[in-house]
């Protein structure tokens, strides 16, 4: 038995179980019955390690800290609340700064 064959397919098991559990919270999150403010409010996250352009920070959302990145040109600062708008691989979201 190869080791690393071993080791790599745990990381693939991993990252489809991340993938798996997001896919998962989505509907729940845009479920049918919802109204347009309730969604907006169920896809916020407070931003935990300020986000910078082209470099990652951290958001918690629904109580899990997350990986997350903007593309916009601007550094979002610990405490800001941001908007969740997509997800990028399994495990980084992609946020919108706050309105002002």
Do not use: Y
């Given at each position: 038995?190869?080791?690393?064959?071993?080791?790599?397919?745990l990381?693939?098991?991993?990252?489809?179980?991340?993938?798996?559990?997001?896919?998962?919270?989505?509907?729940l999150?845009?479920?049918a019955g919802?109204?347009?403010?309730?969604?907006?409010?169920?896809?916020?996250?407070?931003?935990t390690?300020?986000?910078?352009?082209?470099?990652?920070?951290?958001?918690?959302?629904?109580?899990?800290?997350?990986?997350?990145?903007?593309?916009?040109?601007?550094t979002?600062?610990?405490?800001?609340?941001?908007?969740?708008?997509?997800?990028?691989?399994?495990?980084?979201?992609?946020?919108?700064?706050?309105r002002?």
């Open positions: 038995m190869n080791p690393f064959k071993t080791l790599r397919k990381g693939e098991e991993a990252r489809e179980e991340d993938a798996n559990f997001f896919e998962a919270m989505l509907p999150v845009w479920g919802s109204t347009d403010q309730q969604t907006e409010h169920a896809l916020l996250a407070r931003v390690d300020a986000i910078r352009p082209g470099r990652l920070g951290h958001v918690q959302f629904q109580g899990t800290q997350w990986r997350a990145r903007c593309d916009q040109p601007v979002i600062p610990v405490g800001a609340t941001v908007r969740i708008c997509d997800r990028s691989h399994s495990t980084i979201l992609v946020v919108e700064p706050p002002t």
